[in-house]
């Protein structure tokens, strides 16, 4: 049967891999058993995708990323260089806890930057930007716009990427999209025409 997906010759792909069409692994990265990767999706070099994990459509994973058990990115989603998914609150060495994986959610489009931090067990709302270094600790709105460490909110950003400026009547229009957006009880929606 032929191969739908490019994988590089120094990749290690388990077996029971669902790999969709038009996927791309890189050097020297590993698919481990019973992962699920959505078509167009883009794998760096030197990138772990441990069992279990759930990739969406289009989700790009830059080089040295490791997306433990427990993850789910949704479509679209960015994983910067060298950012960080946990999936143990309390790990130990000597103290198996594979039991106790926590679960993370990555909701479509979103953005985490290279070198950030997620803590398992908190969610990434739709199309929200974590800056790169952050450190998250909670769970992240949508279209929220978090840096720091801890992480912390600084405002609101649109599906293009670009930080929202709100008017007096909580309207805010992306500059490069055109598309339009309502803040209302500290929650941002797109207006669809």
Aim: charged share 15%; with cysteine.
């Amino acid at each position: 049967m032929e191969q739908l997906f490019f994988a590089h010759p120094t990749a290690i792909i388990d077996n029971d891999c669902n790999i969709a069409t038009g996927v791309k692994i890189w050097h020297f990265s590993h698919i481990m058993s019973n992962c699920i990767l959505g078509e167009n999706c883009n794998i760096g070099q030197n990138v772990v995708i441990s069992p279990g994990v759930v990739l969406g459509k289009n989700v790009k994973v830059q080089n040295n990323v490791s997306v433990y058990t427990g993850v789910i990115c949704s479509d679209d989603v960015f994983l910067g260089p060298s950012m960080v998914f946990t999936n143990v609150i309390n790990p130990r060495s000597a103290v198996n806890r594979k039991n106790e994986y926590a679960k993370t959610h990555v909701g479509k489009g979103a953005t985490i930057g290279a070198n950030a931090t997620i803590v398992c067990g908190h969610d990434i709302g739709e199309y929200a930007f974590i800056g790169a270094g952050a450190v998250v600790t909670k769970n992240i709105p949508p279209y929220s716009l978090w840096v720091g460490n801890p992480a912390k909110q600084i405002g609101w950003i649109s599906e293009y990427g670009h930080q929202l400026k709100f008017d007096k009547e909580g309207y805010a229009v992306c500059f490069e999209s055109k598309e339009k957006y309502k803040l209302e009880n500290n929650k941002v929606n797109k207006i669809v025409q």
